[in-house]
T-cell receptor, first 117, second 117 residues
Framework: AQSVTQLDSQVPVFEEAPVELRCNYSSSVSVYLFWYVQYPNQGLQLLLKYLSGSTLVKGINGFEAEFNKSQTSFHLRKPSVHISDTAEYFCAVSVRPRMDSSYKLIFGSGTRLLVRP | KAGVTQTPRYLIKTRGQQVTLSCSPISGHRSVSWYQQTPGQGLQFLFEYFSETQRNKGNFPGRFSGRQFSNSRSEMNVSTLELGDSALYLC????????????????FGNGTRLTVT
């Protein structure tokens, strides 16, 4: 069964420092990967996606992620974080249980990014 | 375009009651998915509808049901509420037919926070 693992439940970092949020997946079929961000009392907002092609994906707000098939990883990075990046970040894989069903997202448990001044 | 709209934002119910949550997708989006978010279980897929048909269902008891109308608006219903049903319920819409092998990112609403006492 497909799954997503986010090993870090919380990542504290100082403002303007770089950050990496880790995500590993397990899937035996074609992989479609996403990163979403959730600010307090809000829904999820898409940061970036990997469907195919270049393994380095650039998203909104200066975030990027690299798809690594051999390591089954899709880590999210930002070279310099801001206070406003404080939020919960979710990695997700899109899966289809059967050929006649639609795709659904399997989410990781989330990583809380805490940016300190 | 207006985003995904969920009503109400907050609900308080007592055990044994039933509840109906509403979701209006982005204009033109025909796929609507529902997710449950809790601190313990994280984000769990409930079901997905496309053109009034349920195409995918998660592992939730039959007390959880949904439907989609001809204008793509969707409702989900939870009967005989239990304390464990307290959660943030998120609705998401998509602009492509996810069942035809095409992945399209989900656009989430801000959710309905249900508290069962």
């Amino acid at each position: 069964a497909q799954s997503v693992t986010q090993l870090d439940s919380q990542v504290p970092v100082f403002e303007e420092a770089p950050v990496e949020l880790r995500c590993n997946y397990s899937s035996s079929v074609s992989v479609y990967l996403f990163w979403y961000v959730q600010y307090p009392n809000q829904g999820l907002q898409l940061l970036l996606k990997y469907l195919s092609g270049s393994t380095l994906v650039k998203g909104i707000n200066g975030f990027e992620a690299e798809f690594n098939k051999s390591q089954t990883s899709f880590h999210l990075r930002k070279p310099s974080v801001h206070i406003s990046d404080t939020a919960e970040y979710f990695c997700a894989v899109s899966v289809r249980p059967r050929m006649d069903s639609s795709y659904k997202l399997i989410f990781g448990s989330g990583t809380r990014l805490l940016v300190r001044p | 375009k207006a985003g995904v709209t969920q009503t109400p934002r907050y609900l308080i119910k007592t055990r044994g009651q039933q509840v109906t949550l509403s979701c209006s997708p982005i204009s033109g989006h025909r796929s609507v998915s529902w997710y449950q978010q809790t601190p313990g279980q994280g984000l769990q897929f409930l079901f997905e509808y496309f053109s009034e048909t349920q195409r995918n269902k998660g592992n939730f008891p039959g007390r959880f049901s949904g439907r989609q109308f001809s204008n793509s608006r969707s409702e989900m219903n939870v009967s005989t509420l239990e304390l464990g049903d307290s959660a943030l319920y998120l609705c998401a819409s998509s602009d492509l037919d996810r069942g035809r092998g095409v992945n399209s990112p989900l656009h989430f609403g801000n959710g309905t926070r249900l508290t069962v006492t």
